[in-house]
C-alpha cells in the first residue's frame, strides 16, 4: 500500500506504448520524489498495459492506469476520469511522447501557489532523434545534453536554449517570452481543486484547443497564468497525428468562442454532468 503523495502527474497516452516507456522513464530519475503517477489511457491495446505494468514492477513511484473503452478521440473524458482518481491536492499534466528533464516535477512544485496555474514548455525533436533515444540515455541524462542530441540528429538552433536554460537564465527567459502562459496539455499544473471548480474539461471536445479552453475557464474564474516555460521542460517526441479532424475543429473553436464571450466559468458537459 502506498502513502498518499502530495503531487499527481496525469500522463495521457494513446496505442504510442513505445513513447510512452520513454516518458515514464524520465520520472524515474526526478529529483523531487513525493508524487504518483494517473496514466490517463484513452483505450489503448495490451503493448501499452504491458509498459504500464513493467514500470510499476520496476519502480517505487506509485501508479493508476485509468483505462477506458476506444471509442475514437476521446482525451478529454479520460483526462477526467484521470482528475477524479488523483489522491494528490496539486495535479501536473503532460502527454505520453514527452520526457521530463530531472527537475520537472521540482520546478512546478517550487513555483505553485494559491491562485495561478503554471504553464510550461516543450522541445520538439525530429523523428529520427527520436527513435534514437533509448531508456539509458534518459536514466543516464545524454538526452538532455545538447551535443548528443546533435549527435542523433537534431538540427542547432536557437530554441535549443530551453533544453539546459535552469535558475536565473530561465528566469530570465520566462520573463522575456512573448508567448502568454497558457494551459498546454503537454506541460502544465495547478491546483486540484481550482480544476474542479470548473469542472474539469469539456468532453464534447476532441482534437484541437481542448486543453487551451480548460485553461480560458480557470482565468474566468479567477486564476491566472503563470510562465514557466524554460524552468519545467520535456522533450518531445515526434509522431503522426492521424486525429485531426477538420470538423472536430470547428466545433472547438465554436465552444472556445462562446467560452470567451460567456466568460463561462463551469463547463456542463465535465467532470459530473449538469441539468
Known amino acids: 500500500m502506498h502513502a498518499k503523495r502530495q503531487i499527481s502527474i496525469i500522463i495521457s497516452t494513446y496505442n504510442a506504448p513505445k513513447w510512452l516507456e520513454k516518458t515514464l522513464a524520465g520520472?524515474?530519475?526526478?529529483?523531487?520524489?513525493?508524487?504518483?503517477?494517473?496514466?490517463?489511457?484513452?483505450?489503448?491495446?495490451?503493448?501499452?498495459?504491458?509498459?504500464?505494468?513493467?514500470?510499476?514492477?520496476?519502480?517505487?513511484?506509485p501508479v493508476q492506469h485509468i483505462w477506458h473503452k476506444d471509442t475514437g478521440f476521446q482525451k478529454t473524458t479520460i483526462l477526467n476520469k484521470a482528475l477524479v482518481a488523483c489522491?494528490?491536492?496539486?495535479?501536473?499534466?503532460?502527454?505520453?511522447?514527452?520526457?521530463?528533464?530531472?527537475?520537472?516535477?521540482?520546478?512546478?512544485v517550487?513555483?505553485?501557489?494559491?491562485?495561478?496555474f503554471l504553464s510550461g514548455g516543450y522541445h520538439k525533436l525530429p523523428m529520427p532523434t527520436s527513435e534514437a533515444i533509448k531508456i539509458e540515455d534518459i536514466l543516464q541524462e545524454r538526452c538532455f545534453e545538447k551535443k548528443w542530441l546533435y549527435s542523433q540528429?537534431?538540427?542547432?538552433?536557437?530554441?535549443?536554449?530551453?533544453?539546459?536554460?535552469?535558475g536565473?537564465?530561465?528566469?530570465?527567459?520566462?520573463?522575456?517570452?512573448?508567448?502568454?502562459?497558457?494551459?498546454?496539455g503537454h506541460n502544465a499544473s495547478a491546483w486540484k481543486n481550482d480544476i474542479f471548480a470548473i469542472n474539469g474539461f469539456d468532453e464534447r471536445m476532441q482534437y484541437g484547443g481542448e486543453d487551451r479552453e480548460m485553461g480560458e475557464r480557470l482565468v474566468n474564474y479567477g486564476i491566472k497564468g503563470k510562465q514557466i516555460r524554460?524552468?519545467?521542460?520535456?522533450?518531445?517526441?515526434?509522431?503522426?497525428?492521424?486525429?485531426?479532424?477538420?470538423?472536430?475543429?470547428?466545433?472547438?473553436?465554436?465552444?472556445?468562442?462562446?467560452?470567451?464571450?460567456?466568460?463561462t466559468v463551469k463547463s456542463p458537459f465535465g467532470i459530473k454532468r449538469q441539468g
Open 168 to 184: 536565473f537564465k530561465a528566469n530570465i527567459l520566462n520573463t522575456l517570452t512573448p508567448t502568454k502562459p497558457t494551459w498546454n
Open 230 to 263: 524554460y524552468s519545467a521542460i520535456c522533450l518531445h517526441l515526434e509522431h503522426a497525428r492521424g486525429y485531426v479532424n477538420e470538423k472536430a475543429l470547428a466545433i472547438n473553436n465554436a465552444i472556445r468562442s462562446a467560452t470567451k464571450t460567456n466568460k
Open 110 to 116: 517550487k513555483y505553485r501557489k494559491r491562485g495561478y
Open 153 to 166: 540528429g537534431m538540427p542547432k538552433s536557437f530554441r535549443n536554449i530551453k533544453i539546459t536554460a535552469k
Open 27 to 61: 520520472y524515474q530519475i526526478q529529483t523531487y520524489r513525493d508524487f504518483e503517477i494517473v496514466v490517463a489511457d484513452d483505450g489503448s491495446g495490451q503493448e501499452t498495459k504491458a509498459v504500464v505494468d513493467k514500470f510499476c514492477a520496476n519502480s517505487a513511484i
Open 87 to 108: 489522491n494528490g491536492a496539486y495535479v501536473i499534466m503532460s502527454d505520453g511522447d514527452c520526457i521530463p528533464r530531472k527537475d520537472f516535477v521540482e520546478q512546478h
